[in-house]
């Protein structure tokens, strides 16, 4: 089945210690989100790629960076993880217009 | 910019009834999507209905319907015959059609199904 697999689907890092998020899709949808999702509060959007065109949310902070080395592939990598960067990570993809987002099954970040 | 607005944090039905979830959207687009996710406690976000706003008829899927009022700006979700799977978080989510068209969700409604 065509889907978004997310890896990996708990990950525990130490405060400060560089860590990367990965997903992939057999979809071979043009656009890739990256969401952070805290506990029953809706997604918040950090970035998306259209093609290999990188677009930023404002306010995403710094320390959030993201690579797609080709289509099938995205990666988030959190460069310093504080303990307020704890959440979930949910990765999406999106094809045709009007269609919704097909999402993984999230990465949960513990930062300890 | 577009919002969406879901004025019920929590819900509770009891196990074959009906319950209805509310959403309002704001915007300036005539043309635009409008979606309704689950998200079941740490679990997969699925798309359960999804409404294109130049129809005017209502989408059906299965147990989901929706209500659809355009000039209202309303999109709410009714669930029949309410069962235990459906407990989960419910997200109403705005598409448009500018570039990138991102979703915009709203803050979620609690749905508890009571046995």
């Known amino acids: 089945d065509a889907m978004v697999i997310q890896n990996p689907r708990y990950q525990v890092t130490q405060f400060g210690k560089p860590v990367t998020l990965s997903c992939s899709q057999t979809?071979?949808?043009?656009?890739m989100y990256w969401y952070q999702q805290k506990s029953s509060q809706a997604p918040k959007l950090l970035f998306h790629y259209y093609d290999k065109d990188f677009n930023n949310e404002a306010d995403t902070p710094d320390n959030f960076q993201s690579r797609r080395p080709n289509t099938s592939f995205c990666f988030l990598d959190i460069r310093s993880p504080g303990l307020g960067d704890a959440a979930m990570y949910l990765c999406?993809?999106?094809?045709?217009?009007?269609?919704?987002?097909?999402f993984g099954s999230g990465t949960r970040l513990t930062v300890v | 910019a577009q919002t969406v607005t879901q004025s019920q944090p929590e819900m509770s039905v009891q196990e074959a009834e009906t319950v209805t979830l509310s959403c309002t959207y704001d915007?300036?687009?005539?043309?635009?999507?409008l979606f309704w996710y689950k998200q079941p406690p740490s679990r997969q976000m699925i798309l359960v209905i999804r409404q294109e706003a130049y129809k005017q008829q209502n989408a059906t899927e299965n147990r989901f319907s929706v209500n659809f009022q355009k000039a209202a700006k309303s999109f709410s979700l009714k669930i029949s015959d309410s069962q235990l799977g459906d407990a989960a978080m419910y997200f109403c989510a705005y598409r448009g059609m500018e570039y990138g068209n991102k979703l915009v969700f709203g803050a979620g409604t609690i749905l508890r199904v009571k046995s």
């Open positions: 915007t300036s687009e005539s043309d635009y999507y």
């Open positions: 979809l071979n949808h043009n656009v």
């Open positions: 999406a993809t999106s094809g045709t217009r009007g269609y919704g987002y097909t």
